[in-house]
């Protein structure tokens, strides 16, 4: 049986500026993926043209798009320039969150807000808007974090932020059932990259690296392969969060 490939599917990715996402559309790319490149600020702009260079250079095709994925308007409009540049859309893959690291007692009601803006409303209108723009046959893939399957404190607001996004793609999966559109998340586990070092200190890096198999944070270049597979060989997973961290948590 022939191998399903990305050779002229297009790819709307939130956040792919840097890190994970701009990883993941240079792991796309080679297939002739076209990659809608997302990001958030005039400050990843020049990184994000750079990913879309990479993304060309590997033999896809890509533009870019700046937009404030927590305002609705601007997710849709993501997903117009997506239509106007090529055609269709086929798959999206939604990388953008932030994390907060502190107490549930010293956690402004700013701070909760800002958080659930970011990884739940943002989340849930990049999956709605998909599941109207996408192509049947289509993948969904939202980027979580492990710590769904922890028992920890001080990331109430950042976990609790991401765990809705569960309920959400099993419900969007069932929905869309007649249409085989796939939709999954992908939990890492703490990722070595820049956006997980501010919120912590060395003893809780020492901890986090020795709750994996092989005493390490995630690695990017680990989880962006799964992506690849989920949007393609692996579109027979549909509703499931996918643990990927090295045992750190199990579930």
Not at 6 to 24: E, F, H, T
Not at 116 to 122: L, P
Not at 163 to 185: C, D, M, Y
Not at 221 to 238: C, H, R
Request: proline fraction near 4%.
């Amino acid at each position: 049986m022939p191998g399903r490939t990305l050779q002229d599917k297009v790819v709307v990715i939130g956040g792919a500026s840097r890190n994970l996402g701009s990883l993941i559309a240079k792991e796309c790319a080679p297939d002739g993926a076209k990659i809608v490149v997302h990001y958030n600020s005039d400050s990843s702009r020049g990184k994000a043209e750079q990913t879309a260079a990479d993304v060309q250079k590997l033999g896809g095709d890509a533009i870019t798009h700046q937009g404030d994925l927590t305002k609705v308007a601007e997710v849709e409009r993501l997903f117009d320039a997506a239509m106007e540049a090529f055609g269709e859309v086929h798959c999206m893959v939604n990388t953008a969150g932030m994390v907060i690291k502190k107490p549930m007692v010293e956690t402004s009601e700013e701070e909760f807000d800002k958080m659930f803006a970011v990884n739940t409303k943002a989340a849930y209108f990049m999956m709605r808007e998909a599941a109207k723009r996408l192509q049947d046959g289509g993948k969904i893939i939202t980027i979580v974090t492990s710590l769904l399957a922890a028992y920890t404190g001080l990331y109430s607001v950042y976990a609790g932020s991401k765990s809705p996004v569960e309920h959400f793609t099993r419900a969007l999966s069932k929905e869309l059932f007649g249409r085989n559109i796939s939709v999954n998340n992908v939990a890492p586990g703490p990722m070595d990259t820049p956006f997980f070092y501010p919120a912590e200190t060395d003893d809780s890096i020492a901890y986090h690296k020795s709750s994996a198999m092989n005493g390490e944070l995630t690695k990017i270049e680990d989880i962006a392969p799964l992506v690849k597979f989920l949007l393609t060989d692996g579109w027979w997973l549909n509703g499931q969060t996918v643990f990927a961290n090295g045992g750190y948590t199990t579930r």
